[in-house]
Every structure is written in C-alpha cells, then in structure tokens.
C-alpha cells in the first residue's frame, strides 16, 4: 500500500489462534524520524481497526534505550512490524550504526547463510535489499541436489543471471576458470572450517527474455569468487560430546557440507580426535560401524 512515497512493508505475522478467533496481535510501526507525522497517523489507522500498537512518539521515553527498545518491539512474540519505507528511512544520517543494526534485524529473515551474506555485502543494506528485491524477475530456490540457487534480475533492459551453491556444482557450469586453482583455495577454507560457496553470472544478450527455466538459467556461468562463512559450534556442544564418549558413545556427523569443513567442526568439538574418518556423499548405503 502507498501514501504520497511512503510504502508499508510487512515483516511477519504472528497470532495466537483460540477456536476462530486471532488474538495477541501486537503490531510496532517503524519510521525515520522526518516522518513521525506519516506514522502516528497509520498507527491511528491501525487502532481504529482494533490492533495493538507499539509507537516511539507514542510509548517510549526520553531516555529510552532506542535500540534495545526497536530489538524488543521486532524480536517480541506476537508481533507484526509495517516499515514506513520512505527516502528518509535509508538515510543513513537519521539514525546510528547501532540503530541500522536494529532495524537489519527486522528487514532480515530466513537462512542464517543468506543472512550473513547480506549483512557481509557492504554499506547501506536497507537500500540495497530493496533495489535488489525491484530488480529481481526470477528466483530458482535452493535444490539439494544441484546444491545451488540462482536469480535472474534486470539491469538497464537486459537480464543477469546470478548463482551461488557448492563450488563443485558452480564449477561445472562455468567457462574459462582454472578449476584446480579454485579448489585448492576451497580445500585451504574448509579445512579453516569455513562453509564455502561459489557464486557466478550470466550476462544474456540484448533483447533476450528472462530464463523460464532453471537449467536454461544456470549454464553458461562466469565464476566471480568464493565466500567463506564460519557458522561456530554452540558453546555447550563440546561439553556434551565429552559426556557421550564418557558414556562410552560414539559420536558421528551427518551433514551437506564439505567434508573438510565437517572434519574441522568435529575437531573443534571433540568428536574423532586422533581417528576421524570423513566418508563421501552416497558413503552411508550401508550401517555406520558400533
């Protein structure tokens, strides 16, 4: 929905449902401070539809820790965030790193990996997300068993081809890289314990139409580069490995990563030192041995 060039963008929906009735619906309206007017009114709009609401103008204090106070109205059971999405929202000048941080967390959703490849991508987040998602036409989902993803987006009347996966599989589809190369850095990352992904483009010719279909949209590849995330193992997973091989236990791993950065992980956490053995996909046809 539009007012003047304010647009509302929702987050999520949460409500507590109690035979047919929705109830526990909390909605916090997020703005720049320029438009303060613009929100107190949707606010007003919304408590006249019978909604909670959750305002700064309205009920935070001066004092108030804003980005505390942003990170409990997004992250609180129950709540439904609308953005007022206007130029003075991703003005950087209305508001603080700290501040930026707090509202990434409620534009960002979904995956973990997707998640700290955005937030890993450089300045100005908000106005980037948005430029991408007006651009994008096409979305190819993540398929395990290609082990990638890809997006066709439009830029200046012609169409891009973007796809990122398991380097293997990012490889096969690309012209022109010194594979050998590229997998040697990929073994010094996963050995790091590192997730690494490969991502590649398709520049397609003017006047060509978007890709219908995935196998016509990721071939033909340029490869750009590798990523490496380190996703660490939770703080209490070593203590519990310990306890299962005190119990006389032993511990495997079943994972889609690379399995040297499984052999890593597991290293970090205590399972298989001194004896790991990393089996290859397709390598549990038959029982794990006792």
């Known amino acids: 929905m539009r007012l003047g060039s304010l647009v509302f963008s929702v ?39 019978g909604y909670a609401v959750e305002l700064d ?30 130029a003075q929202y991703f003005d950087a000048r209305h508001a603080t790193r700290d501040e930026w941080s707090a509202i990434r967390v409620a534009m960002l959703q979904g995956d973990p990996t997707e998640i700290a490849l955005a937030e890993g991508s450089g300045p100005d987040l908000p106005a980037r997300l948005a430029a991408r998602d007006e651009r994008r036409r096409a979305l190819f989902r993540f398929d395990a068993r290609l082990r990638m993803m890809s997006t066709v987006a439009q830029h200046d009347g012609r ?13 096969a589809r690309t012209s022109g890289a010194d594979r050998d190369a590229v997998m040697a850095v990929v073994a010094d990352l996963a050995q790091r314990g590192l997730r ?5 483009v398709r520049d397609l010719p003017p006047g060509a139409g978007a890709p219908a279909r995935r196998e016509d949209a990721e071939a033909g590849l340029r490869l750009l580069g590798l990523a ?10 070593a203590g519990a490995v310990r306890r299962c091989h005190d119990a006389g236990l032993r511990v495997h791993i079943v994972t889609g990563d690379n399995g040297a950065t499984a052999a890593a992980v597991a290293a970090e956490v205590g399972i298989g030192v001194g004896a790991l053995d990393v089996l290859p996909s397709g390598g549990l046809s038959s029982p794990l041995p006792p």
Not at 159 to 171: D, I, N, Q, S, W
Request: avoid cysteine; charged fraction near 20%; hydrophobic fraction near 50%.
């Open 228 to 237: 490496g995330l380190y996703d660490p193992p939770r703080p209490q997973v």
């Open 159 to 171: 169409f891009r081809v973007y796809v990122k996966g398991a380097p293997e599989a990012v490889l």
């Open 57 to 86: 103008a309205w009920h935070w204090r001066a004092g108030d820790d804003f980005v505390e106070r942003m990170r409990d109205a997004v992250e609180r059971s129950g709540v439904l965030m609308i953005a007022l999405w206007s």
């Open 11 to 49: 987050r999520s929906i949460h409500m507590v449902v109690q035979g047919d009735n929705a109830i526990d619906v909390r909605i916090f309206v997020s703005h720049a401070g320029p438009d303060t007017a613009w929100a107190e009114w949707v606010a007003w709009q919304l408590q006249v539809e």
């Open 196 to 200: 690494v992904l490969a991502v590649a």
